[in-house]
């Protein structure tokens, strides 16, 4: 059973920087899409970013420029760069992968946005304030 573990968040002033890591294990996959998506209370769920197979990337809107996605594949481990945090950033953050070897990172990203196929982590908590 494949689980992921988030950490990383934590409360910051605006513009200021944070990195998420996702470690996955009970792996058995050799291809996988990974992302991010986040959540706020009373707001709708959004994909954040996400890598497939390829290394391809996609990000939301609001957080290109400012948010970086990249893997150690070595160490089974997502990261997430976010630099020039808003407080609109604020959410709990969530990784997650899709076993789908032809899986693209824009599909991946939609995915996780309006569908709930995948594994998926707990969270973790990014706070910033202004």
């Known amino acids: 059973q494949v689980q992921l573990q988030e950490s990383g968040g934590g409360s910051v002033q605006s513009g200021g920087s944070l990195r998420l890591s996702c470690v996955a294990s009970?792996?058995?996959?050799?291809?996988?899409?990974m992302g991010w998506f986040r959540q706020a209370p009373g707001k709708e769920r959004e994909g954040v970013t996400a890598?497939?197979?390829?290394?391809?990337?996609s990000y939301a809107d609001s957080v290109k420029g400012r948010f970086n996605i990249s893997q150690d594949n070595t160490k089974h481990t997502l990261y997430l760069h976010m630099s020039t945090l808003k407080p609109e950033d604020t959410a709990m953050y969530h990784c997650?992968?899709?076993?789908?070897?032809?899986?693209?990172?824009?599909?991946?990203?939609?995915?996780?946005?309006?569908?709930?196929?995948?594994?998926r982590g707990q969270g973790t908590q990014v706070t910033v304030s202004s």
């Open positions: 009970g792996l058995t996959h050799v291809t996988y899409s």
């Open positions: 890598i497939d197979s390829k290394g391809r990337t």
């Open positions: 997650a992968l899709f076993p789908i070897p032809a899986m693209t990172a824009r599909q991946a990203l939609d995915v996780m946005t309006f569908g709930d196929h995948g594994y």
